[in-house]
């Protein structure tokens, strides 16, 4: 159950939720990892970067829990960079929306775990994203669509770096700020990577901070791996009236994996060897029965 669907005095202490993060990013991470490896291509980079902001989202934040997914009151997540599925599969098995091992069918014929998600295989996942820019314009329709109903659940849309090189995004951003629409948060995996080089060389992006606040947002610029400053900055955001919210998350492509860190490579359409595989999930602090679980699927 979700901790906001907890008494206060079943409520752990700061400490003890940072430290149940953690341990939520570092599966995530893992299993992410390894789903790429059975599936024989995805992208590694971006699931790993945004592991500690799934964690944050799903473990503390979100009202949202398995066998809601018809309740109105549930918050909704929209993940618009769709092709980190990997991750969103890996905390849905964390978080007991799905089967740990099924989730690890990534790719495969008939699998619900499809490269991108999709909503008619997987009921717990809002909408079906994939084509960039999209999703954030889903996550703006569900939040107008929740204030008509008068329905006080948030939208939370997590979208990547490359991703704000599409014009559709900022139409939604500037929607989303004239609607005054502070049920809707934005997490942005600034990563500064894209799948063929760093944002710079493609299509810079900054000042970033500054092109949203012109854009009628509220604005924060966070450490995207300190779950600490996640979960105040996320809660910042609930507490924000007569504008939207986006958070800002500094994050590194590969992160706890060392040799696909910064790397543009690891970004997607990659193929793990074993070793690799192996070498990864070591550097992410899976133990040995862990990793035998994750690479030995029947």
Not at 49 to 72: K, Q, R, T
Not at 83 to 96: E, I, R, S, V
Not at 98 to 123: M, Y
Request: proline content about 5%; overall charge negative.
């Amino acid at each position: 159950m979700n901790q906001k669907f907890q008494t206060v005095s079943a409520q752990p202490s700061p400490a003890m939720l940072a430290e149940k993060l953690a341990e939520a990013a570092r599966f995530i991470r893992c299993h992410s990892v390894a789903s790429i490896f059975h599936a024989g291509s995805g992208h590694p980079g971006g699931a790993l970067s945004s592991a500690d902001l799934f964690a944050c989202l799903y473990g503390a934040e979100m009202n949202v829990w398995p066998n809601a997914i018809h309740d109105p009151s549930r918050d909704r997540f929209v993940l618009s960079k769709g092709h980190a599925a990997p991750a969103l599969y890996a905390t849905g098995a964390h978080f007991g929306f799905c089967d740990a091992k099924a989730a690890l069918a990534l790719r495969k014929l008939n699998s619900p775990f499809q490269g991108h998600p999709h909503v008619l295989d997987l009921p717990w996942v809002e909408t079906s994203t994939g084509s960039l820019g999209q999703g954030m314009s889903v996550a703006v329709g569900m939040a107008i669509g929740l204030r008509l109903q008068k329905i006080p659940a948030r939208v939370y849309t997590m979208l990547g770096d490359g991703e704000l090189q599409e014009g559709e995004a900022w139409e939604a951003a500037m929607s989303a700020a004239h609607h005054k629409l502070d049920n809707l948060c934005a997490v942005i995996d600034y990563n500064k990577l894209q799948s063929d080089n760093c944002n710079d060389a493609i299509m810079r992006l900054e000042p970033l901070a500054d092109k949203w606040r012109a854009f009628g947002w509220s604005v924060a610029e966070i450490d995207g791996h300190n779950i600490p400053e996640i979960l105040d900055h996320l809660g910042r955001a609930g507490a924000t009236r007569e504008k939207p919210s986006v958070l800002i998350a500094h994050t590194i492509k590969g992160k706890g994996v060392p040799y696909m860190e910064n790397i543009p490579t690891w970004h997607g359409s990659v193929k793990l060897t074993p070793a690799q595989t192996e070498e990864a999930l070591t550097a992410l602090g899976a133990s040995a029965d862990e990793i035998k679980g994750f690479m030995h699927v029947s």
